[in-house]
C-alpha cells in the first residue's frame, strides 16, 4: 500500500473529476509548479495508482439507456465454479460490472440493454444459460439519482 500525501490526493480527487485537466491547471490550482505536478502524477501511474483514464459516456443519449441489476444464485458455491461464472461473465458485453457478494446472493451484476425485451433475451438466453446458475432477481433503475465513479480521496 502506498502512503499518499494531501498533495497526492488533491491531484487524484482533480483528475477523478476531469482526467484531461492540464498539468499547468491542476498546477496552478495548487500552488506548484508544472515539474512537481508531472513527476506526482507519473509516479501515480506507475504505482498503478492511476489504473487508465476513460471516457465517461453518457448513456441516455445512445440507444442502450436501461440499467438492471441482476442478483444472481449459483447452485454450487465452490472456488471453480465460482471462477467459471467469473470468466464467462467477463465475456458478455452487456454486464457493466459485477460483485462477487457475501449474503443472500452470490453475484451482483450491472447490466444495460436497449429495452425489456432485449433484456428478457440478456437474461434468458445469455444469464440464465450459464452452467450452474440457479436464480436471477432483477431490479430495473427507474431514475438515476446520483452517480459517483469514485469517493473523494
Do not use: W
Not at 100 to 112: E, I, P, R, S, T
Not at 117 to 138: C, D, P, R, T, W
Amino acid at each position: 500500500m502506498i502512503k499518499l500525501d494531501d498533495t497526492d490526493k488533491a491531484i487524484l480527487n482533480i483528475l477523478q473529476e476531469n482526467a484531461k485537466t492540464s498539468i499547468k491547471t491542476i498546477a496552478s490550482k495548487l500552488n506548484l509548479s508544472k515539474t512537481p505536478i508531472y513527476e506526482r502524477i507519473k509516479r501515480l501511474e506507475e504505482s498503478s495508482i492511476i489504473e487508465r483514464y476513460i471516457a465517461v459516456i453518457n448513456h441516455k443519449k445512445l440507444e442502450n439507456s436501461m440499467i438492471v441489476f441482476c442478483s444472481v444464485s449459483l447452485e454450487v458455491q465452490k472456488l471453480g465454479e465460482i471462477e467459471e461464472f467469473k470468466k464467462n461473465i467477463m465475456e458478455i458485453p452487456e454486464v457493466l460490472e459485477c460483485y462477487l457478494m457475501g449474503g443472500a446472493n452470490d453475484f451482483l451484476l450491472k447490466v444495460m440493454v436497449k429495452d425489456l425485451e432485449a433484456y428478457h433475451q440478456f437474461s434468458s438466453g445469455k444469464l440464465a444459460a450459464l452452467k450452474n446458475v440457479s436464480q436471477i432477481k432483477s431490479t430495473f433503475v427507474l431514475n438515476e439519482v446520483k452517480k459517483s465513479f469514485q469517493p473523494k480521496i
